[in-house]
């Protein structure tokens, strides 16, 4: 079963209009750490947010923000007055302990294309 | 250095020849994963050290890959008898217990195979 569900494979936003990316995961673990990265087209993946499973509050990052519903396993990516420099990809991943330790699994992916 | 390091940046190669990808992590983290994504996809996971250990080998896709990390340090991903369906992009990542956790990547080598 997928561990982090991406249902958009591709986004288009108007430039300074917020978007939201969706992300949904499966863990039975009660600590957790929930990611978002950005790889533009170099292929460079940058670190954009993160919320731990026991955070209360949504964690925020300059125009990102996250919208966490804990009960409904949902890690959404809200980016806020779009940038043409935001067209790229964009992956949520989950930490969690597995069987081995520190586990990464990321999600497919959505491709965000910002119209100017 | 500053940051993870990953050498070649691009390896072509002939099918059936073998290749090795190195990964230098930045210094002080304990944990360090490798992935492979092709193009347009997502990342597979591959392989995942604590220390010098491989707890988790459970994503190499055949016995034609192997990884080995010596020091706490270094990586280096070896693929024998490369096959076409190997070309991708190989990334590794490190990161440190204490904090967020978070991964930060190298910019990864790009396998082309022949």
């Known amino acids: 079963a997928q561990k982090i569900t991406q249902t958009q494979p591709g986004m288009f936003v108007q430039e300074k209009e917020a978007v939201t990316l969706d992300c949904t995961y499966d863990?039975?673990?009660?600590?957790?750490?929930l990611f978002w990265y950005k790889q533009p087209s170099s292929g460079e993946m940058i670190f954009l947010i993160y919320q731990g499973s026991y955070d209360e509050q949504n964690a925020t990052e300059g125009r990102y923000s996250l919208n966490f519903q804990k009960a409904r396993k949902s890690a959404n990516l809200v980016i806020s007055a779009s940038q043409l420099g935001d067209s790229a990809m964009y992956f949520c991943?989950?930490?969690?302990?597995?069987?081995?330790?520190?586990?990464?699994?990321f999600g497919p992916g959505t491709r965000l294309s910002v119209l100017p | 250095g500053a940051g993870v390091s990953q050498s070649p940046s691009n390896k072509v190669t002939e099918k059936g020849k073998d290749v090795e990808l190195r990964c230098d992590p930045i210094s002080g983290h304990t944990a360090l994963y490798w992935y492979r994504q092709s193009l347009g996809q997502g990342l597979e996971f591959l392989i995942y050290f604590q220390g010098n250990s491989a707890p988790d080998k459970s994503g190499l896709p055949s016995d034609r890959f192997s990884a080995e990390r010596t020091g706490g340090s270094v990586s280096t991903l070896t693929i024998q008898r490369t096959q076409q369906e190997d070309s991708a992009v190989y990334l590794c990542?490190?990161?440190?217990?204490?904090?967020?956790?978070?991964?930060?990547f190298g910019s990864g080598t790009q396998l082309s195979v022949l």
């Open positions: 990542a490190s990161s440190h217990r204490q904090g967020l956790g978070k991964l930060f």
């Open positions: 863990t039975s673990d009660q600590s957790y750490g």
């Open positions: 991943a989950m930490r969690e302990t597995g069987n081995y330790g520190q586990n990464f699994v």
